[in-house]
């Protein structure tokens, strides 16, 4: 909010005593406005969710015919506060607002959920990194309601009637990489004007995104943009506003936010703390967040930060006053974020039910097709476990490696998949019957599964990435487990570190050697911050991954078998990492040893590391004498290591050697010897000294007499 000290129109009608004109500038100076945003819509039609807001969980919130109604009902809540006033209301979406989509909305390339944004009067939005999930030139061509090349998808989207969507696409901080301009002519801003009797007041939307997004989009769809710095790409562009007048600006920002106590945290306030520095003037009074799918409703400032979860599930209803004067705020605004509660006795929006009822029944040809049957009659689910690891996230990747195996690369080893691909549980029937849509909702995006080459070292520092970021991104895997503790230079950035790595067969895993894998071209692109995948070597690629999984429950099915699935234990979290005891028979040796050492008093000063019973270590006066061959049994190296049986581990480094026992022992006792140059020194100070006395005492005895 820019503040301004103007002399207002009514001010300047009451001092000329002018009261009926006075009461109507009073209206004409101030418009009530309202702002409703969604974000992280997803093209979930009829999906819902639970929407966790500040002190109240809503179940089963969310499908846009629900939302529609909700949206529409607030809508009439403020103009009828506003009665015999004028007043507008605003809707805007921050990003995601198709990709990783149910069937309904992804068979048909995501044209539903633009049609049903239209119906529901949304007039602004911004991109998402799921406006990239294939190339921003598709996502461009279903907001033209354009034809697709014919062929080009399933026979039903070219069937499918196309419509152009209504909304005006902003975002500023995108350009080509060739031209330097922001891609297909969409603006970093735009301006609404609203008229108010003989005025006008404007408003300014400014849009973003994360930064972050090449680490979670494909190669192919980013490598030809170039990202910029959020907070200074507002900060041009809020600087370009205020020139023109307007000084009511919202950011739509696909960017991370979370809040406590009306306070907002994270990215996105991060965000506006840096705009603040750079351009203190800059008179952001709002921003729509979105991309963590958190419930936001806080302050940075002036600034009020919102985001209304994910997939309809809720919305935030943001109010204020505008001064047509100072074409600006009154004062900061204020937000609810109300979710979608099925509860209220809300009537679904008829409009907005039949563009799904339509779409629902051109893509049930394909999402009904039965494709197997189950072993138990429930969802096969992606919840986590306190390792992060999901039941659907085991069997996707199972599924994987072994159509892998069967698609020409036998000798494949591991299948690694990020956690965010999976994007639904494995919906199973009442009569165990598992759907092609089902399969299609846990794997939508249509990956294409690459076998690349990767070294055992390249396999710890992947494992390792996940305990990266707050363990924000992980992995799911086949053929491959591992334990992982928490290491004694353990950060809440990093609290976790990967112990062994072992084949599923119990063969562990050597950092000099290669093995083969298939991972998904995501992350073979970096996606998630795994950035260690882009140095392996591609040797092949597989069909893309929904196909594969649909093909694994499909090969089932011939086989006469059920589906099931259940969490393998990939990762097991360890808390002690022990050394080796000697063997309580000895060892047949194949030369000849020295005489071994008492085995009652294991421990010997050249190797003072700490064994399993500590024993607390005598530092000797003098630096201990070497001797010819050290006693290896008492302190194995640290290769030797192992985890103690079914605990938890510590990774413990063990640093020995007599070398290193020798750069530490205690210094020799007494004064150090010092050179000549310090003696000749000592002798002149001293003579100084005594010179001086006995002048003094000449000095004294001269005043005597």
């Given amino acids: 909010m820019k503040k301004k000290v103007i002399l207002k129109s009514s001010i300047l009608a009451v001092a000329a005593g002018l009261s009926v004109f006075a009461i109507n500038s009073v209206f004409a100076d101030e418009l009530p406005v309202q702002f409703m945003g969604v974000n992280d819509f997803h093209g979930a039609l009829e999906q819902t969710g639970t929407a966790r807001l500040e002190g109240e969980t809503v179940k089963n919130a969310g499908t846009a015919p629900l939302l529609a109604t909700y949206l529409n009902d607030s809508q009439k809540e403020f103009e009828t506060e506003n009665a015999g006033r004028p007043n507008a209301s605003i809707r805007v979406q921050a990003g995601d607002m198709v990709g990783a989509s149910p069937a309904n909305s992804a068979l048909l390339q995501d044209e539903p959920s633009v049609k049903v944004f239209n119906e529901m009067n949304f007039e602004y939005g911004t991109l998402g990194n799921h406006e990239f999930d294939e190339g921003l030139g598709e996502f461009n061509r279903i907001m033209k309601g354009e034809a697709p090349t014919p062929g080009q998808f399933n026979k039903i989207v070219d069937e499918y009637p196309h419509e152009a969507s209504k909304q005006e696409v902003v975002i500023a901080n995108l350009v080509d990489k060739d031209t330097n301009k922001i891609p297909f002519d969409w603006k970093p801003y735009t301006i609404k004007e609203i008229p108010v009797n003989d005025k006008t007041v404007k408003v300014g939307f400014i849009g973003v995104v ?20 959020e907070a200074e790409s507002i900060a041009k562009y809020a600087r370009e506003l205020n020139d023109q007048g307007v000084h009511a600006i919202a950011v739509l920002a696909h960017v991370a936010a979370t809040s406590k106590n009306g306070v907002a945290e994270g990215p996105a306030a991060d965000m506006i703390k840096k705009l603040n520095q750079i351009y203190p003037e800059n008179s952001v009074d709002l921003v729509f967040a979105g991309h963590n799918h958190q419930y936001t409703n806080g302050m940075v400032g002036n600034t009020l930060i919102v985001q209304g979860t994910s997939q309809g599930k809720a919305y935030s209803d943001v109010r204020g006053v505008l001064d047509t004067d100072t074409a600006d705020f009154v004062k900061a605004p204020t937000a609810k974020i ?17 563009i799904i009822n339509e779409a629902n029944e051109t893509v049930k040809k394909v999402t009904e097709a039965k494709i197997g049957s189950a072993e138990k009659a429930e969802n096969i689910t992606r919840e986590l476990n ?16 072994d159509i892998a195996k069967k698609s020409g690369y036998p000798d494949v080893d591991f299948a690694f998949t990020n956690n ?11 009569d165990g019957t ?72 119990g063969t562990e895993i050597d950092r000099t050697k290669t093995y083969k894998a298939i991972i998904n071209d995501f992350l073979y692109g970096g996606g998630d911050g795994f950035s260690v995948f882009r140095d392996t070597k591609l040797i092949g690629a597989i069909n893309p991954d929904t196909e594969v999984f649909i093909q694994y429950i499909e090969d089932v099915n011939k086989a006469g078998k059920k589906l099931s699935a259940s969490i393998l234990g990939n990762k097991t ?16 040796q194949p030369e000849p040893q020295p005489a071994p050492v008492e085995p009652a008093t294991p421990v010997a000063p050249v190797n003072p590391v700490a064994p399993v019973n500590p024993v607390v270590p005598v530092t000797p006066t003098n630096p201990p004498v070497q001797p010819t061959t050290p006693v290896t ?7 030797d290591s192992k985890e103690t049986a079914q605990v938890k581990p510590v990774a413990v480094t063990y640093h020995t050697g007599v070398q290193e026992v020798a750069a530490t022992s205690a210094p020799a006792t007494g004064l150090p010897k010092t050179g000549q140059k310090d003696l000749a020194s000592t002798v002149l100070s001293l003579f100084g000294m005594t010179s001086l006395a006995l002048a003094g005492f000449v000095a004294s005895k001269k005043r005597e007499g």
């Avoid at 994360?210 to 990202?227: C, G, I, M, S």
């Fill in 338 to 354: 109300i979710a979608v509660d099925p509860s209220k006795g809300k009537a679904k929006d008829a409009k907005v039910q039949a």
């Fill in 633 to 639: 049994p008492v302190q194995p190296a640290a290769s």
């Fill in 386 to 401: 306190a390792q992060k690891e999901s039941a659907v996230g085991d069997l996707v990747t199972a599924a994987q490696l």
């Fill in 420 to 430: 965010g691909g999976i994007r639904a549980d494995l919906v199973v029937k009442p």
């Fill in 434 to 505: 598992v759907t092609w849509g089902a399969a299609q909702a846990v794997q939508p995006f249509g990956n294409i599964l690459q076998v690349v080459e990767i070294t055992g070292e390249q396999i710890y520092k992947a494992l390792d990435q996940q305990y990266d970021e707050k363990e924000l991104y992980f992995l799911q895997m086949a053929g491959i487990k591992y334990t992982y503790t928490k290491p004694a230079d353990a950060t809440e950035e990093n609290p976790y570190k990967v112990v062994k790595v072992y084949k599923a067969d």
């Fill in 210 to 229: 994360t930064t972050e997004f090449p680490n979670l989009v494909l190669r192919k769809n980013h490598e030809q943009y170039r990202v910029l710095d």
């Fill in 573 to 588: 979290f360890v808390e002690k990492v022990e050394e080796e005891t000697p063997a309580p028979e000895p060892t047949p």
